[in-house]
């Protein structure tokens, strides 16, 4: 069974980049057919796609995030990561990895979520 | 802005069945798109309930059901138990979005 597990500062300055890596265990990230996916929830509220890549890198983002996200993957790693720029405290948010089956647009994965918090 | 509208809380009492609605519009359930539904368990992450329509994952209880209409899909919980106290999300592609589009959830409270 495939797990999921998010790292990264749990507390990053406004303007700051918030960088997150996800590592993929029980399965290799490259083997094919799965999307890999960054999800987040602010608090107390709904969840927000942010973007999925495929293993050979190609990338798809959220219209509304897209001039400051950058999702890449590490195959050798059996990692994918996340950066977004400029962060605000709208930024604060937990922040989900999970995989997604290429026969499907569902997450059936999911790490078990990082709380980010953006401030000074 | 393309939403997918669920309604905010439900409730009912042990054993009862309950339903849960997620309406979209013709850019995601409409144009026929796959809906698939997560439980989240206080202070968990998601965990997938449901996928395309009305498939149980391996280990959900045959309790669990989805289904989908139109521009409209529903999850019911039937013999309603106490671990079931949790927030339920629908989600569907969207192609205004080009990717995943989540509701905006529901409370489920066991009486």
Not at chain 2, 80 to 91: G, N, R, S, T
């Amino acid at each position: 069974q495939v797990q999921l597990q998010e790292s990264g500062p749990g507390l990053v300055k406004p303007s700051q980049t918030l960088s997150l890596t996800c590592t993929v265990s029980g399965g290799s990230i490259s083997s094919g057919g799965n999307y890999w996916s960054w999800i987040r929830q602010h608090p107390g509220k709904g969840l927000e796609w942010i973007g999925y890549i495929y293993y050979s890198g190609s990338t798809y983002y959220n219209p509304s995030l897209k001039s400051r996200v950058t999702i890449s993957v590490d195959t050798s790693k059996n990692q994918f990561s996340l950066k977004l720029s400029s962060v605000t405290a709208a930024d604060t948010a937990v922040y989900y990895c999970a995989s997604v089956p290429g026969s499907g647009s569902y997450s059936d994965y999911w790490g078990q979520g990082t709380l980010v918090t953006v401030s000074s | 802005q393309s939403v997918l509208t669920q309604p905010p809380s439900v409730s009912g009492a042990p054993g009862q069945r309950v339903t849960i609605s997620c309406t979209g519009s013709s850019s995601n359930i409409g144009a026929g798109y796959d809906v698939h539904w997560y439980q989240q368990l206080p202070g968990t992450a998601p965990k997938l309930l449901i996928y395309g329509n009305n498939n149980r994952p391996s280990g959900v209880p045959d309790r669990f059901s989805g289904s989908k209409s139109g521009t409209s899909a529903s999850l019911a919980i039937s013999g309603l138990q106490a671990e079931d106290e949790a927030d339920y999300y629908c989600q569907s592609y969207d192609s205004s979005l080009s990717g995943p589009l989540f509701g905006g959830g529901t409370k489920l409270t066991v009486l």
